[in-house]
């Protein structure tokens, strides 16, 4: 999609006009998906998720500016949207205070590497309250003190549901379904691990 048809669509969309709702809505659901799919439970949720935001896509669409680019603007509020399902629908959440949670050091000698797929099933197992920090922090990028404003918990509790979603991760590859020679862990654990040792 050229930046010309793009601006079309949005203009249609600020005006109501179905068809450019549906076509914008067509040219940006799977990269809407990604995002949802990382936070929800399993597709279903997050093809809720990602139907909500894209609402939210057209109600606001007025605001959009322009100047920036609209794949930036679409993740910004699909995130929004994912961290509010996990706010509105969370049951119960695991989660304790742990201000000083030490990193471990992962040494798995696993081969081959693990499929986007596998990867994302295995994040979809983890518990709400950790998959969403984990999700926020180690792919994201914010810090804690920014994930406790957006989730209202402590600092420490995403730091302790950080420390938390490591844990389980890494237990989760080592007992992965395939085998061990699935995974490889100097590749995966590095990314996705390490990435949220801060």
Sequence with gaps: MTEEQLQLLIRGCINNDRQSQKMLYQAFYGFAMSICLRYANNRYDAAEVVNEGFFKIYTHMEKYDQQRPFKAWLSKIMHNVSVDYYRSNIKSTLTDEL?????????AEIEDKLAYEDLLAIIQRLPAAYRTVFNLFAIDGYTHDEIAEMLNISSGTSKSNLFKARQKLQQMLVDFPHGLD?????????????????
């Design 99 to 107: 201000d000083g949670a030490e990193t471990i050091e992962i040494k």
């Design 182 to 198: 699935r995974v490889d862990s100097q590749t995966v654990l590095t990314v996705t691990i390490n990435q949220s040792m801060e």
